[in-house]
């Protein structure tokens, strides 16, 4: 399983993109698989989307605040869910970065998200919006690779 890692301090907006992520791939014909959506709260979520052409399983993970449930969703994502990518947000911290090294156990790629302090609500939205397809984008070419090898 590959990556992709949304990196960013807290409140920078991680888990909002990585919904905008979640929503946009649903509207581009990616199926849900049902059984394995979980709401973690606090806007918070785990799911598995299905590409449509390729049925290869991408992992979607909100919560990236916890450095044990970063390294359990992960390894849930690769072991049972046989998801070939997922994407994960990662919270930064000032002392050091335990949780990006999570992510670093396996191939990877991080996506920094930067926050935004004195944007307006319009200001935000797009500059979410723009690290979402930043994200669908990267999948997309992921996908390509994966499918080129096998």
Not at 109 to 115: D, P, T, Y
Not at 118 to 144: C, P, Q
Request: hydrophobic share 35%; charged share 30%.
């Amino acid at each position: 399983m590959e990556v992709m890692g949304l990196a960013g301090m807290p409140d920078s907006g991680k888990t909002t993109t990585i919904g905008l992520v979640y929503e946009k791939l649903l509207s581009m014909g990616y199926e849900e698989d049902q059984a394995c959506y979980k709401d973690l709260y606090n806007k918070d979520f785990l799911a598995v989307l299905i590409e449509p052409k390729s049925k290869l399983r991408v992992g979607i993970i909100s919560q990236g605040d916890y450095i044990k449930w970063i390294r359990a969703y992960l390894r849930l994502m690769n072991q049972t869910h046989n998801c070939s990518v997922s994407i994960c947000a990662c919270t930064l911290e000032p002392k050091g970065d335990k949780k990006r090294a999570c992510i670093e156990e396996y191939p990877h790629l991080f996506i920094e998200k930067a926050k935004i302090e004195t944007a307006s609500e319009e200001d935000y939205a797009l500059a979410n919006n723009k690290v979402a397809e930043d994200i669908i984008n990267a999948l997309e070419e992921k996908i390509k690779l994966i499918i080129s090898k096998n």
